[in-house]
Structures are given as C-alpha cells and as structure tokens.
C-alpha cells in the first residue's frame, strides 16, 4: 500500500470492468430514473390534493387522487425493482470477472512477488476486497443516482413552485459539500486500515490452523493467542473509528439542514402572509423539502462504503499492476539434450542479507548426473531454483545446450525440467490426478507405469479406491514419505531431459530409498540430472560431485577422487559411515 490511492482512477478502472454489462446498467438508471420521478411526483400531487379538495372543492379529487397513488407506486415499485436488479447483477458480473483477472495474474506473478507477499495477504485481495469493491461501489452508485435524480427532480419541482425560496435552502449546500468531503477523507483512512487488519486476522488464523500440532506440542496457545489479540483488536479498532466517523457524520448533517429548514420556514412563512401562497402550495413546498432529507442524508451515508471500495478496488488493482513474469526469449525448444552450464553465476535474494551464491561455475553433458552437497543453507536449493528460471543470476549466465536460458521462451524452458523439491506439494485431488499434474492428457498407462516405478502403487493398491483415493488437502491424508513417492511419479511421468532432486528421497526410510534409487537410476538414464541429497550413499555414482559452502563451490569431483583428496567430503563421508 505504498502508492496513494487515486479515487477516481479506482473508478474509471471499475467501471471498464461494468461497461460490457452496458444494457443491465442502463435498465437500472432507467429503473433508477422512474423512482426519482414518483418522489417529485408525489410532492406535485400533495399540491393538487390539497388545493383541489380544500380549495377548489373538486369532486373528481376522490377517485382520482387514491388512484394516482396507486398508479405511482406500481411505477415506484417497478422502478425499485429495476434498480435494485440491474446493478445488482452488474456487481455481481464485476466481481467474477475481476477475481478471475486476478487469479489468472497471480499465476504467472514470478516467485519472488511471492517471497515478498505473504499467502494471507492475497487471499484477502482475492476474497475479501474483490467482493467489498464490487459491492460497495455497486451499493453506492445506485445509491448515488437514484438519490441524485430524486434530489434534482424535487429542486426542480421546488424551483418551479418558489425559486426565492429555493436559492435560500441552496446556501447551505457548500457547507454540506465540505462536511462530505472530510468525512470522505477519513472513511478512506480507516478503510484502508481495517482491510489491511482483516489481512492480518487472517494470516495469523491460518498460521493456527495449518501449524495446529506444531502449536500443541510446543504450547504455544498463549502467544497464538495473544498474536490473534491484537490482529483482532487492531481490526475492532479501525473499524470502531469508521463507525464513529458514520455515526457522528449523519447527526451533524442533519444539524446544519435543520437550520436550513428553520430559515426556509421563515421565509415560507413571510410569503404566505405577504404573496397569500396557497395551502397546497406551502404544504407541498415543505413536503418536497422534507422528502429532500432522506435521500440526502443517504447520500453522505453511501461514503463510507464507497470509499471502503475505492481503497479495496485500489489494492486490487495493485496486484494486477504487478509486473509478470516475462515470456522470456523468443527462442524455441522442442526438446533440450540437457548439455548445462553455470558461467560464473552470483546471486542474492532481493532484500536478503547478501549474496547467496558466488561465482558457481560448472558444465555437464547430455545425461550426466550432477550432485550437490553441502551445509544446510550453503545455497543448493538456489541454485537449482535457478534452472526453470524462478530467479535469474544478478552476474553471469546460465546456458542450456549452449544459449543463455533467458534466450528461451520461458514455458518451453519449463518444458524442459522435471523437479522433486524439498517440499512436496499435492493439490486436493486424487492420486492419479496427482501424478498427471499438468499434464492433464496423459494415457492411463503411462501414469500407471511412472506410479509402479516411483512404488505409489505399492501403497496405492491397499487402499479401498486404488490410484483414484483423493489425498486430503496438500496431501494431509498420505504420509510424507507418500508424498515424496507421488512427487518422484509426477518428475517420472513428465519425462523431461532435465530432471532436477532437491532431497527427493529424504523422507524415506533406507528400504523405500534403495528400491526408488534403484527407478531413479533407471530414471537418470538419458537426462542430466541434479540431485541434492545429505545421505551421501545415495550418489556415490553421481558423474560429478560440486561441494558448497557458504554459496560457492569448494570442492569438485567424483566420489574416489573427493575421498582421496581428504577434505571436506571426505571428511563427511567419514562422518555419516562412522555413525
Ligand atoms: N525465498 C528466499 N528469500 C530470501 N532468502 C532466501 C530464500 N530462500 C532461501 N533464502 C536464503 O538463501 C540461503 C540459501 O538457501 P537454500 O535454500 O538455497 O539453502 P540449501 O543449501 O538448499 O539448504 P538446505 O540443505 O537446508 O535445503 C539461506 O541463507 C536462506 O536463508
Ligand atoms: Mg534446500
């Protein structure tokens, strides 16, 4: 929320959104419209009741006036119907269509829009402000017409029946228009305030949530709670100003009117004694006024949902300002032979503490094995990271069978990479689907195939429904050793040249880890594969082994020339055998 918020150009953004729904709108300004005018009309008819029945005696008042009262409302409620209809499914339309931008731009935003966005925080764009934008603006704009028409159909009835007295009840306008405009400023304030509180209920509700057991065995109910305590109250507080805001602007408004009407009574009163105004004059005269009241005293109440839009709209709109992940080079691959090289790649995460890796130099042919091992935190999972592009190097290049990965298009790169990394995500769906993740055409046979070699079926064909058993939300329900199998079956089926480890089998017991070591190899066979692993025994056949510490590689070799040079694999190795 660092740019101010620009009211009017939320709008004219918001309103590109209503515009192809012109026809639903024009219904509800016409429905808008009808209504205004039964207001004036009523005003008109207090006029010719009054002097008709009391003035002129007219018999024809007494059927003719209850009929054109029934008339009018049949034409009022028509009217409400229509401006309650027509906007209504405008909004309604709006907001589909604004989630689903917003949506489809978060899923090509780059991975480091979301090291700097907590999840929370765009949930909260894209259910909460979404909708509030849509329907206070909707709320407020019918609100807004239908009162304005309303207001200027009783002026200009009110013009028409006594201009003097009208310019008098005018000169209190400016003072209304000021009250407005500050209390305007401040709904805005508050607004934006509370909505950036709801983020914040909701980020530390969902950290509750997910980490429930990490709670309960570490006791930390009192410091969640007192974490919500003052998410909540931050919340309650924001909110308690807009409301005091609301509630005080309403009576004061109210204020500076009735001293317009006492003034106006003044003056109505004079011209009756001096310009002999008529009964139905007077009364409908004041009965114009009054019915003014209502709809003005609505007008100022539509500004605090308003400018609750406006501030949600604008937040809305940031995101989909947010840059996109380019499509990257114009270059095309069909399919890459996997030749990779680092030239002397540095990085560091923007806003980290500094560079996380350091002149990383290394080539490898088509279909070798790479591993990487090293301290926890020395840079690995980067560096990998930086194969499909989720950062690029901020010095050096990063080459695939010979040109710069930034030549490439960007999804024919991503085509090209298999991965399994650190931490496995399954979507809330069934195994089968799980494994045919993006790739949605994939034969029934072949998914079967890479759930054999990863063994999912090992586990799969216990359960009651076989590959079709759903998997619990990010996979709850399968243990994380599953979880690792499936991910391992999902890189298999994707066949990519490729593939890429990041502690693939880490969750596995030695028994599982040998057998699926065993269909990795097979696997690897025809890639170029990364495999990060701590187990060293796992990649004892690795063609080359790239030690790291501290973002840059120190040491470099196979498995006999490391343990024979003595350093720091070596002095690993010596470390994990002896345990
Ligand atoms: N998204 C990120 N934003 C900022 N800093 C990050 C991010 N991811 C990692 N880092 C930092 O970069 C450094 C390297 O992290 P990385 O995940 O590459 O280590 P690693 O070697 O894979 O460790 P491990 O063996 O524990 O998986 C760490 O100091 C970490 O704090
Ligand atoms: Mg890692």
Known sequence: MAEPVDPQRVLVRLFSYAKPHWPMMALGVLGMALFASVDTGIAFLVRTFLDGT???????????????????????????????????HVGRAVIKALRADVFRHLLVLPVSYYDRHPPAELLARLTYNVELVSEATTTATTALIKDTLTIAGLLGYLFWSNWQLTAAALAIAPVIAF????????????????????ADVTRVAREAIDGQR????????????????????????????????????????????????GLILFFALRSVFRDHMSVGGFTSFLAALVMLMSPLRRLVGIAAPLQQGITAGHSVFEVLDEAAEDEGGPRRLARARGELAFEHV?????GGPGP??????????????????????????????????????????????????????????RRQIAMVSQDVLLVDDTL??????????????????????????????????????PVGDRGALLSGGQRQRVAIA???????????????????????????????????????????????STIETADLILVMQDGAIVERGTHAELLARGGIYAGLHRLQFNA
């Open 54 to 88: 009391f003035v002129e005696r007219d018999p024809r008042m007494v059927a003719w006036i209850p009929l054109a009262i029934v008339g009018l409302f049949v034409v009022r409620g028509t009217g409400d119907y229509l401006a309650n209809f027509g906007p209504g």
């Open 179 to 198: 009250l407005v405009r500050t209390a305007n400023r401040l709904f805005r304030r508050y607004s934006m305030r509370i909505q950036s509180s709801v």
């Open 214 to 261: 990490l709670i309960k065995v570490f006791t930390a109910e009192a410091h969640e709670e007192r974490l919500f305590e003052i998410a909540n109250e931050r919340n309650r507080h924001n909110h308690m100003r807009l409301i005091a805001v609301r509630a005080i602007s309403n009576p004061v408004v109210q204020f500076i009117a009735a001293i317009g009407l």
């Open 346 to 350: 540095d990085f560091g995460y923007v």
């Open 356 to 413: 996380v890796l350091s002149d990383v130099s290394f080539t490898t042919g088509s279909g070798r094995t790479i591993a990487i091992v090293g301290r926890s935190g020395s840079g690995k999972s980067t560096l990998v990271s930086m194969i499909p592009r989720f950062y690029d190097p901020t010095a050096g290049r990063i080459l695939l069978d010979g040109f710069d990965l930034r030549e490439y298009r960007r999804v024919d790169l």
């Open 432 to 469: 089968r689907n799980n494994i045919a993740f993006g790739a949605p055409d994939a034969s029934l046979d072949a998914i079967e195939r890479a759930a054999r070699a990863a063994h999912v079926l090992e586990f799969a064909d216990e359960l009651p429904q076989g590959l079709d058993t």
């Open 490 to 536: 999902r890189a298999l089926l994707k066949d990519a040249p490729v593939l890429v480890l990041d502690e693939a089998t880490a969750a596995l017991d030695s028994e599982s880890e040998r057998v699926i070591q065993g269909a990795l190899a097979e696997l690897r066979h025809g890639r170029t594969t990364l495999v990060i692993a701590h187990r060293l």
